[in-house]
């Protein structure tokens, strides 16, 4: 059995690992919360440089609708195994997954609804 902040740091290795597998590039600094029963992931500085670009396209907007639609079906698409890495981080299924990222600041958030709260020891002090 895991402490929270084990289940924490499982989360954001195995988050670390999807944007390196799947977007072409690790974040700057990641965070995982879990409360109750829920994961929060803030993940910051993901956006390439030509993402960035896209955003200062000609037509206002355009580029960050057409990049935002992008990556929300490619985290869909790719479902099944972020469901699959926070039930080996969790001890638990995920029952729901939300997401949206900033093209402003290049932050992306995650929310992990669990099938339950999951099951943790307590952490020793020292």
């Known amino acids: 059995m895991k402490t929270q902040g084990e289940i924490e740091a499982a989360v954001s290795v ?3 690992d999807f ?4 977007i072409g590039r690790g ?3 990641i965070h995982a919360h879990l409360v109750t ?11 390439t440089v030509a993402e960035q670009r896209l955003f200062e396209t000609v037509v206002p907007g355009k580029g960050r609708e057409l990049f935002k639609g992008l990556r929300s079906h490619l985290v869909e698409s790719c479902r099944e195994m972020l469901d699959q890495m926070i039930q080996a981080s969790c001890g638990c299924p995920c029952i ?8 402003t600041t290049g932050e992306e958030v995650f ?8 099951e943790m020891r307590l952490k020793k002090h020292s």
């Open 96 to 103: 729901s997954m939300h997401h949206d990222i900033s093209t």
């Open 27 to 29: 974040p700057k600094s």
């Open 111 to 118: 929310v992990f609804r669990l099938a339950k709260v999951p």
């Open 19 to 22: 944007m390196l597998s799947f």
């Open 14 to 16: 195995g988050m670390s």
């Open 37 to 47: 029963d829920m994961v929060l992931v803030r993940v910051e500085g993901v956006l």
